[in-house]
């Protein structure tokens, strides 16, 4: 158990120095995909809520030393995504893709809202600010779609060494 915590924690890492180093150049119209959402619901789809909430706090807090102004939400938006989701597929196989869609919707569309309330309690209302969320659910919405599929292959690939 302690073993599936650390290499999630270090996916976690990766996906987050993907996301600082690399996601910003996928930016469109202002708009920066969030790579971690993909990751996220894969690692509370993938392990036990004792497992993914502390790591996707930690990872969460991580994200957040690198933007100041937002300190802390990442990881409160993360815990209740995590928390989201973990409720989300209980009454599913857990296999179904069905309800891996639902999840990939129903955690971008609650991070969207999340994050418009949060930018409308610091900016106020703007009718930019309602644009730019609805570009931003669609846009992380098709790009956690593909990146979720990337990761249900990989995760599905198993090494096989034979000794001729």
Same mark, same amino acid.
């Given at each position: ?5 650390i290499l999630?924690? +270090?996916?976690?890492l ?9 996601v910003p150049? +996928?930016?469109i #119209? =202002?708009?920066?995909?969030l ?5 996220l619901?894969h690692?509370?789809?993938k392990h036990?809520? =004792? ?7 930690l990872i969460g807090?991580?994200y957040? &030393?690198q933007?100041p102004? &937002?300190?802390?939400m @990442? #990881?409160?938006?993360?815990?209740l995504l995590a928390l989201?989701?973990?409720?989300l597929r209980?009454p599913? =196989? @857990?296999?179904?893709?069905i309800?891996?869609?639902? #999840? ?5 569309l609650a *991070?969207s809202i +999340?994050i418009?309330?949060?930018n409308? +309690?610091?900016?106020? *209302?703007d009718?930019r ?6 570009? #931003?659910?669609?846009y992380? *919405? ?5 990146v979720f ?6 995760? @599905?690939?198993r090494i ?5």
């Open positions: 158990m302690l073993r599936k915590g999630s924690f +270090l996916s976690g990766l996906f987050l120095y993907i996301q600082v180093l690399f150049a +996928l930016t #119209a =202002e708009i920066t995909p790579i971690l959402l993909p990751w619901i690692t509370v789809w036990p809520q =004792e497992i993914s909430l502390p790591i996707v706090f807090l991580l957040d &030393t933007q102004t &937002t300190f802390g @990442h #990881a409160l938006f993360f815990c989201l989701i973990n409720v209980i599913f =196989e @857990h296999d179904s893709i309800a891996k869609l639902i #999840a990939i919707a129903s955690s971008n *991070f +999340l418009f309330f949060a409308v +309690l610091r900016w106020g *209302f009718s600010l309602y644009l730019m969320t609805v570009s #931003a659910f669609l992380n *919405f098709i790009f956690s779609t593909i599929g990337i990761l249900q292959v990989v995760s @599905h690939l096989t060494l034979v000794d001729d």
